[in-house]
């Protein structure tokens, strides 16, 4: 517990956050989060200097982050109102037979459905006109929630727009140096083209998505803890090079890795790893010990905190429990003296972990993502950070493009010499739910 004190306030929070579906008072909230945290504090109490007052100070941290989550997710929706404003366009993706737009106001951020054909660009500015309409929540489970997708991009309602209309643009944001990277990349080969728009803008290929969901490597293509570790890797290794101070690289380092995940599109996934990668940071240049454990959880408490509606984004819950995974995992085998093949453990571990999230969203999960992302995670730490020299030179783009296809021929062989997938079941995710709470027991008892 002494290693990992906000780990206890990430899983009252979280159980807080979860008892929302059933329970929509929020005293009975706070007051489960007061229960699982007052609990873990005795199960994992340590023979510390001062135990009462670690205890103590938990417990308040507990009491206060609860209390503001309650008070964020019982909060009455809008109601419903006629809207006139402008707004920038912060996000455009596909959804059912149309489109769906995120819009930033001064009011905040709402959601606008348009049809297939219209061309909106990030950064537009929109002249909106129409009503303010609430998100009906589901109370059936079982069924697609929208009002908690939405909810878990920021969003705060959706506009029913009666006209819609383009203004002239007012210079550059952020949102517009991301579009105008991604058409940049228009130029270059459609392989080598898709996966740099993953890494540098956010954006997703279907094709190649489809292609990575079968082959169970989906992960890389979204912006998250491992390409933000690539990217601060680089850097901290840039400025090691040229003997910049400890403080120094601290500062440059913070500053080109926010600037990475604003442009890329802040994704949640990302903008937890990052969160983390900074908690490490400023520890670093105090000249403390971190533990990588707690780091994770200091991060997924403060994302939580500002937003607990982020605990349905199914994004930002895979990389949290895959963080947790790798953090503990990594820490039992340092901490045990255990042989260097146990490395190899984690991978797997990670399949199993996020299997009852991962199934229970896309129905199954295939068996050949084991094999693979022994390969693809260290073929992709080299590729990425290549392919991004050579589009920035301009050189070798073909041979690049043909080497990434060879690479999917590869992956689509080993998908049909392994061509199972293991579908949802509640008896299997029982089994790796507990191994995962087994890994934070490890982790909670040091």
């Known amino acids: 517990m002494k290693n990992s004190p906000a780990l206890l306030i990430f899983i009252a929070i979280s159980a807080e956050i979860a008892s929302f579906s059933?329970?929509?008072s929020p005293v009975f909230l706070v007051t489960i989060s007061i229960i699982a945290v007052l609990t873990a504090c005795y199960l994992f109490r340590t023979e510390a200097k001062k135990p009462l007052f670690a205890s103590f100070i938990i417990i308040l941290l507990t009491v206060l982050c609860s209390l503001r989550i309650a008070l964020i997710l019982t909060a009455p929706s809008p109601e419903t109102a006629r809207a006139e404003f402008n707004a920038v366009v912060t996000m455009s993706s596909a959804f059912g037979r149309g489109q769906a737009l995120i819009v930033q106001s001064s009011e905040g951020d709402y959601l606008v459905k348009r049809p297939s054909g219209e061309i909106y660009s990030l950064g537009e500015t929109l002249a909106l006109k129409g009503w303010i309409r609430p998100f009906q929540n589901v109370e059936d489970n079982s069924k697609f929630n929208e009002a908690a997708f939405w909810k878990s991009k920021g969003v705060m309602a959706e506009i029913v727009v009666?006209?819609?209309?383009?203004?002239?643009?007012?210079?550059?944001?952020?949102?517009?140096?991301?579009?105008?990277?991604?058409?940049?990349?228009k130029s270059i080969p459609e392989t080598m083209r898709g996966y740099l728009d993953a890494m540098?803008?956010?954006?997703?290929?279907?094709?190649?998505?489809?292609?990575?969901?079968?082959?169970?490597?989906?992960?890389?293509?979204?912006?998250?803890?491992?390409?933000?570790?690539?990217?601060?890797?680089?850097?901290?290794?840039?400025?090691?090079?040229?003997?910049?101070?400890?403080?120094?690289?601290?500062?440059?380092?913070?500053?080109?890795?926010?600037?990475?995940?604003?442009?890329?599109?802040?994704?949640?996934s990302a903008v937890r790893a990052a969160c983390m990668f900074q908690v490490g940071i400023f520890a670093g240049v105090l000249g403390r010990r971190v533990h990588a454990v707690n780091s994770v959880a200091?991060?997924?408490?403060?994302?939580?905190?500002?937003?607990?509606?982020?605990?349905?984004?199914?994004?930002?819950?895979?990389?949290?429990?895959?963080?947790?995974?790798?953090?503990?995992?990594?820490?039992?085998?340092?901490?045990?003296?255990?042989r260097s093949w146990t490395w190899a453990m984690i991978p797997p571990a990670v399949y199993f972990t996020t299997y009852p999230v991962a199934a229970s969203v896309f129905e199954?999960?295939?068996?050949?993502?084991?094999?693979?992302?022994?390969?693809?995670?260290?073929?992709?730490?080299f590729i990425f950070p290549f392919i991004s020299l050579v589009a920035l030179f301009g050189i070798l783009q073909n041979v690049t493009d043909a080497g990434l296809m060879l690479y999917g021929y590869i992956a689509d062989f080993?998908?049909?010499?392994?061509?199972?997938?293991?579908?949802?079941?509640?008896?299997?995710?029982?089994?790796?739910?507990?191994?995962?709470?087994?890994?934070?027991?490890?982790?909670?008892?040091?």
Request: net charge positive; hydrophobic share 55%.
């Open 22 to 24: 059933f329970i929509k």
């Open 162 to 185: 009666s006209s819609i209309n383009k203004e002239a643009s007012e210079g550059f944001n952020l949102h517009s140096i991301r579009q105008m990277i991604h058409d940049r990349f």
């Open 200 to 268: 540098w803008t956010g954006f997703r290929d279907s094709e190649l998505d489809e292609r990575h969901r079968r082959w169970g490597t989906s992960h890389l293509l979204a912006v998250s803890g491992f390409h933000v570790g690539l990217i601060a890797g680089i850097m901290e290794c840039i400025f090691y090079f040229f003997r910049f101070r400890s403080r120094a690289r601290g500062i440059l380092l913070s500053f080109f890795m926010w600037v990475y995940i604003l442009i890329s599109g802040a994704a949640p």
């Open 298 to 338: 200091v991060a997924a408490s403060a994302m939580l905190l500002y937003s607990p509606f982020l605990f349905w984004n199914v994004g930002w819950r895979l990389s949290v429990i895959a963080a947790l995974t790798i953090t503990a995992l990594s820490h039992l085998i340092l901490d045990e003296k255990l």
């Open 364 to 381: 199954s999960v295939p068996v050949v993502g084991i094999i693979i992302n022994f390969i693809a995670v260290p073929f992709f730490a």
């Open 414 to 446: 080993l998908a049909w010499i392994v061509p199972w997938r293991i579908p949802y079941n509640s008896f299997l995710s029982m089994f790796c739910v507990l191994f995962f709470y087994w890994l934070m027991y490890t982790a909670l008892r040091d």
